[in-house]
C-alpha cells in the first residue's frame, strides 16, 4: 500500500484545490523555501489524524485553514474549512474489504484497491468543527487510527520520519534507541501484551 495522490483543498498554502500524484517508489518535492513543500507533509499528517503525535507546524487546527492575510497576521472573515484526502493505493490488498468495511461501518465503500481517508476542519464564528471520512463515509478519528494500525501505520511509529527526527535517534541513549527499533520492527506491540499478561 502507499501513497498515490493527495488532493488538498484550502489547506495551509493552497487556497486552490490542488491534486498531488505521488510515485509508488519514491517521490521528491522541490521547490523555493516558503513554495508550500512542507505544509503537504502536515497535510498527510492532519488527514490521517498523526499530527499530535508527529508534530504538526500549527499552534491550533484553524490555523491549517487557508488565509491569503496569512504573512501580515490577518485572518479572513466569513467561514472558513480546509479539506485534505489522502489516496492510498491498496490494489496489492494491505487491507481487506472486510477491515475496510468495518472501519468504515457500511458495506457502501465502492472498491477497496482505492482507499481514500478525508479530514475537514471547519471554524464558524465560535467555534471549529473537525470531521474524517473512510471513501466518503463519516467515519470517527479512532476508526481511521485502527484500520491504518493493520496496515503498520500508527501515531507512535516511524512511517513518518520528521526533520530533526534522525538526530535525535542519534542522540538517544542505547536503551531508547533500541526502543524505537523494536518499534520499528514490531516487536514494541509483543513486549507490551507480555507486560500486560505478567500483570494479570
Ligand atoms: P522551506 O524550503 O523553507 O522548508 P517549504 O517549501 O517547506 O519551505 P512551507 O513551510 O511548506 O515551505 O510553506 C510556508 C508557507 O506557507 C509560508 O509562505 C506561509 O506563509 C504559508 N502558510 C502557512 N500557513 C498558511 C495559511 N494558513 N494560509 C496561507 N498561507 C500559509
Ligand atoms: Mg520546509
Known sequence: MYIKALVLDNFKS????????????FTVVTGPNGSGKSNIIDAVLFA?????????RAEKLTDLIYNPGHEDGDRSAGPREATVEVVL????E?????QVVNAAGS????????I??????????????SYYYLNDRSVNLSDIQDLLAQAGV???????????????????????????IDEIAGVAEFDAKKEDAFEE
Open 48 to 56: 490521517l489524524g498523526l499530527a499530535r503525535t508527529r508534530g504538526i
Open 94 to 98: 494491505t487491507l481487506t474489504r472486510s
Open 154 to 180: 500508527t501515531p507512535e511509529g516511524y512511517n513518518v520520519v520528521m526533520q530533526g527526527d534522525v538526530t535525535e535517534i542519534i542522540n538517544m541513549t542505547p536503551h531508547a534507541r533500541r526502543e524505537i
Open 14 to 25: 493552497f487556497g486552490r484545490k490542488t491534486k498531488i500524484p505521488f510515485y509508488e517508489d
Open 107 to 114: 458495506d457502501d465503500v465502492g472498491d477497496v484497491d482505492e
Open 89 to 92: 493505493d491498496n490494489s496489492d
Open 116 to 129: 481514500r481517508i478525508r479530514r475537514r476542519v471547519k471554524e464558524t464564528e465560535d467555534n471549529y468543527y
